[in-house]
């Protein structure tokens, strides 16, 4: 059974950082891209940042561009989001999601497997 887990949100002022994890088991995380998505309450599903299998290709939404960073442990089998000086509008519900395409991509039907999600909030 494929699982994706997400971890690390929570509350936290704007300015601060988290580090959210994803941590994949029934499968073997080299063979799949991974993106992270964000989705606030009444607002569509949005892309974040994606990597590759290999960790090679990263992509960052210009929303985030230069405060997210996208990385992955395959030996640990998880992929990392870190996220600086975060913003009220950062708030959202965090997925990570998993997909055998090899080149990175935004559209979330591409991908096969989903976590749960991890809440962040960003306020004051």
């Known amino acids: 059974q494929v699982q994706l887990v997400e971890s690390g949100g929570g509350l936290v002022q704007p300015g601060g950082s988290l580090r959210l994890s994803c941590a994949a088991s029934?499968?073997?995380?080299?063979?799949?891209?991974i993106g992270w998505f964000r989705q606030a309450p009444g607002k569509e599903r949005e892309g974040v940042s994606f990597?590759?299998?290999?960790?090679?290709?990263?992509y960052t939404a210009d929303s985030v561009k230069g405060r997210f960073t996208i990385s992955r442990d395959n030996a640990k089998n998880t992929v990392y989001l870190q996220m600086n000086s975060l913003k009220p509008e950062d708030t959202a519900v965090y997925y990570c999601?998993?997909?055998?395409?090899?080149?990175?991509?935004?559209?979330?039907?591409?991908?096969?497997?989903w976590g749960q999600g991890t809440q962040v909030t960003v306020s004051s």
């Open positions: 990597i590759g299998s290999s960790g090679d290709t990263t």
């Open positions: 999601a998993a997909t055998t395409i090899v080149l990175v991509t935004a559209i979330p039907a591409d991908y096969d497997y």
């Open positions: 029934g499968l073997t995380l080299d063979d799949y891209a």
